[in-house]
């Protein structure tokens, strides 16, 4: 059986990619028969995989990574692919075609043996290969009805995908529209395929978090704890890629949602006392990990930081007990917001109805960002908002939501509560007198410079609840003790 594998590493077999495949053609004739106004005949999918890029003008390549449409499709994981899948329409029966590049001999002596059509096709288990300058000719042979191309825009980046160009494409009647939210949607919901990668990756990832906690002490620089990570998942698991920038930020700058950036490169000397905010996740054949760890660089918790961290723990445990096919997660959202308020509100901080404090948006200041996000081939996956689902809340302490659909069994999401003292968030509550009324000033302003606490787990909604991915410590007792044990 053909499969992708990183030494001894997790198999991902080729028959997860031919499901997907069976998946989208499905979908298709189920939902858009009428709209497609194909009695009989060719449909034809034709989508474009990732080409290669140079770092700015220099002939250095970035390390390629598959676009993650083609990778749900095919798993090929070489660029300057284009892939087929026929559909009959009277039989619902699916070929597939890959169209790899037809490669100089010179590519031999620099990059390694040319493998031949025959070879592709056994590696990635498709009915046909040819190369791309076949494609022309293909389709003249082939003589489609309809071929439907993959256009949309993303709803977190707002980047739209522009559909493939490609040789004689005038000749055809094509529809760049219609594929997009059905396949989208086929990816929301993973298969039993998907699911034990998924798995795999988030374990790999937590093993890799738990080593770095052990490691990680006073006077270490946060892109230390960054690179026993990224080694960790690589030399352990397989990993060559993290899903996103690792973001492992101390003190003040665990309060920076997305700290680790280039202009702030997890360059700071972590400091005794300081609470640790570390988020990684590592990629396995192009599916991703998320998990979110915070802990006290020493070891030891101080009661402030254990009013902090408790108040989060509290409402993660909250969501992950209701969370549920049927379930909405805006009101998830709101269960975790009026969770933390409660705790908040019981240490001190806060004084006040808690329905009220909600109903103002004050948990936004404590947490401007949404409780999570749907994960897959992308860490921010697609299928948010798609145009049959529920529109993007309006009210500020909403808006960030990522999703606001009712939860299904077999979706795969991050459930990742948080509480941070940003400035800057800080002084805008302090200068509003709708939200500072609920505020204990004195007990507020202590914690100015504490940072930040974020708890996330990758969790597959099930019809009766949820399944953790993430297996790392999480109560203040057994961070505790793992990091006594390093």
Same mark, same amino acid.
């Given at each position: 059986?053909?499969?992708?594998?990183?030494?001894s590493? &997790?198999?991902?077999?080729?028959?997860?990619?031919?499901?997907? %495949?069976?998946?989208?053609?499905?979908?298709?004739?189920?939902?858009?028969?009428?709209?497609?106004?194909?009695?009989?005949?060719?449909?034809?999918?034709?989508?474009?995989?990732?080409?290669d890029?140079?770092?700015?003008?220099?002939?250095?390549?970035?390390?390629?990574r598959?676009?993650s449409?083609?990778?749900?499709?095919? $798993?090929a994981?070489? #660029?300057?692919?284009? $892939?087929?899948?026929n559909?009959d329409?009277?039989?619902?029966?699916?070929t597939?075609?890959?169209?790899?590049? %037809?490669? #100089?001999?010179?590519?031999?002596t620099?990059?390694?043996?040319?493998?031949?059509?025959?070879?592709?096709? =056994?590696?990635?288990?498709?009915?046909?290969?040819?190369?791309?300058?076949?494609l022309?000719?293909?389709?003249?042979?082939?003589?489609?009805?309809?071929?439907?191309?993959? +256009?949309?825009?993303?709803? /977190?980046?707002?980047?739209?995908?522009?559909?493939?160009e490609f040789?004689?494409?005038?000749?055809?009647?094509?529809?760049?529209?219609?594929?997009?939210?059905?396949?989208?949607?086929?990816?929301?919901?993973?298969?039993?395929?998907?699911?034990?990668?998924?798995?795999?990756?988030?374990?790999?990832?937590?093993?890799? &978090?738990?080593?770095?906690?052990?490691?990680?002490?006073?006077?270490?620089?946060?892109?230390?704890?960054?690179?026993?990570?990224? &080694?960790?998942?690589?030399?352990?698991?397989?990993?060559? &890629?993290? +899903?996103?920038?690792?973001?492992?930020?101390?003190?003040?700058?665990?309060?920076?949602?997305?700290? $680790?950036?280039?202009?702030?490169?997890?360059?700071?000397?972590?400091? /005794?006392?300081?609470?640790?905010?570390f988020?990684?996740?590592?990629?396995?054949?192009?599916?991703?990990?998320?998990?979110?760890c915070?802990?006290?660089a020493?070891?030891?918790?101080?009661?402030?930081q254990?009013?902090?961290?408790?108040?989060?723990? =509290? =409402? %993660?445990?909250?969501?992950?007990?209701?969370?549920?096919?049927?379930?909405?997660?805006?009101?998830?959202?709101?269960?975790?917001?009026?969770?933390?308020?409660?705790? *908040?509100?019981?240490?001190?901080m806060?004084?006040?109805?808690?329905?009220?404090?909600?109903? =103002?948006?004050?948990?936004?200041?404590?947490?401007?960002?949404?409780?999570?996000?749907?994960?897959?081939? /992308?860490?921010?996956?697609v299928?948010g908002?798609?145009?049959?689902?529920?529109?993007?809340?309006?009210?500020?302490?909403l808006?960030?939501? %990522?999703?606001? @659909?009712?939860?299904?069994?077999?979706?795969?999401?991050?459930?990742?509560?948080?509480?941070?003292?940003?400035?800057?968030?800080?002084?805008?509550? *302090?200068?509003?007198?709708q939200?500072?009324?609920?505020?204990?000033?004195?007990?507020?302003?202590?914690?100015?410079?504490?940072?930040?606490? @974020?708890?996330?787990?990758?969790?597959?909604?099930?019809?009766?609840?949820?399944?953790n991915?993430?297996?790392?410590?999480r109560?203040?007792?057994e961070?505790?003790?793992?990091?006594?044990?390093?």
């Amino acid at each position: 059986m053909a499969c992708f594998q990183m030494g001894s590493c &997790h198999a991902v077999p080729m028959t997860l990619f031919k499901n997907n %495949r069976n998946k989208v053609c499905k979908a298709i004739l189920d939902n858009s028969q009428e709209s497609l106004k194909l009695s009989s005949g060719q449909l034809i999918i034709l989508l474009e995989g990732g080409k290669d890029q140079s770092l700015y003008n220099t002939d250095v390549d970035y390390v390629f990574r598959q676009e993650s449409y083609f990778q749900y499709m095919f $798993g090929a994981k070489e #660029p300057g692919c284009y $892939g087929i899948v026929n559909i009959d329409v009277n039989t619902g029966q699916a070929t597939s075609v890959l169209f790899v590049p %037809r490669l #100089p001999e010179e590519y031999e002596t620099w990059m390694g043996a040319l493998l031949k059509p025959e070879e592709f096709k =056994a590696m990635y288990e498709v009915d046909e290969v040819y190369y791309v300058d076949d494609l022309e000719a293909y389709l003249e042979k082939t003589t489609p009805k309809l071929i439907l191309t993959l +256009s949309g825009t993303n709803s /977190d980046s707002g980047l739209t995908m522009q559909p493939p160009e490609f040789a004689g494409k005038d000749k055809y009647v094509t529809n760049c529209d219609l594929l997009y939210p059905i396949i989208s949607e086929c990816r929301v919901i993973k298969s039993k395929e998907e699911i034990e990668v998924l798995r795999y990756v988030a374990k790999v990832s937590s093993d890799a &978090h738990i080593k770095v906690m052990q490691f990680i002490r006073p006077g270490r620089m946060e892109f230390e704890g960054e690179s026993l990570f990224l &080694h960790h998942a690589y030399s352990v698991g397989g990993c060559r &890629h993290a +899903s996103y920038t690792c973001i492992c930020g101390s003190g003040v700058n665990s309060a920076i949602l997305h700290y $680790g950036h280039a202009g702030a490169p997890n360059n700071r000397p972590i400091q /005794d006392g300081e609470m640790c905010l570390f988020d990684m996740g590592a990629n396995y054949c192009g599916y991703a990990a998320d998990i979110t760890c915070s802990f006290p660089a020493n070891g030891k918790f101080t009661e402030d930081q254990k009013l902090i961290y408790n108040a989060v723990l =509290a =409402a %993660r445990n909250a969501v992950m007990e209701t969370a549920r096919d049927g379930v909405s997660w805006v009101d998830m959202h709101k269960l975790a917001g009026k969770v933390l308020l409660e705790q *908040l509100k019981a240490g001190g901080m806060l004084t006040g109805d808690v329905d009220e404090m909600l109903e =103002a948006g004050l948990s936004g200041v404590f947490q401007p960002h949404g409780l999570g996000h749907l994960i897959g081939l /992308d860490v921010h996956d697609v299928g948010g908002y798609l145009p049959t689902e529920p529109r993007r809340p309006s009210e500020a302490w909403l808006s960030k939501l %990522r999703f606001a @659909r009712i939860l299904k069994a077999g979706m795969y999401v991050t459930i990742e509560p948080g509480c941070y003292f940003i400035r800057q968030l800080m002084d805008k509550a *302090l200068a509003d007198p709708q939200i500072r009324k609920y505020i204990n000033v004195e007990v507020f302003e202590r914690f100015r410079n504490f940072g930040g606490v @974020r708890i996330e787990d990758d969790v597959l909604i099930t019809k009766t609840g949820t399944e953790n991915f993430a297996i790392v410590p999480r109560t203040v007792e057994e961070i505790e003790a793992t990091m006594a044990a390093k």
